[in-house]
């Protein structure tokens, strides 16, 4: 029997320039089944709506800091941050 403490684990997503204004939020807690990884995290978001879609779709990501390809299949730990990172503008 499986225990349903431990089938959600429990991401901190913060969003950064137009992933901010898609999301209406600058962060978020977000509770997904253990085993999650970024590829299903970023289909998660991206189910929200267009304007989400298509920032999900060009964004950069980080987890715990560290840079990470967006397709990753690793599995996602309780307690990850995942950054959204959108493309800057820069001059």
């Known amino acids: 029997m499986s225990d349903p403490v431990h089938d959600t684990i429990s991401l901190e997503v913060h ?20 085993g999650t990884t970024l590829a299903a995290l ?21 987890v715990n800091s560290l840079s990470t390809p967006a397709d990753s299949l690793t599995a996602l730990a309780d307690g990850d941050r995942i950054d959204v990172l959108p ?5």
């Open 42 to 62: 970023r289909e998660q978001l991206a189910g929200r709506g267009l304007a989400m879609a298509k920032v999900i779709a060009v964004s950069s990501y980080l």
């Open 15 to 34: 969003y950064f320039a137009a992933a901010t204004e898609a999301a209406g939020r600058a962060q978020e807690r977000i509770e997904v089944p253990s």
């Open 87 to 91: 493309p800057f503008a820069g001059g």
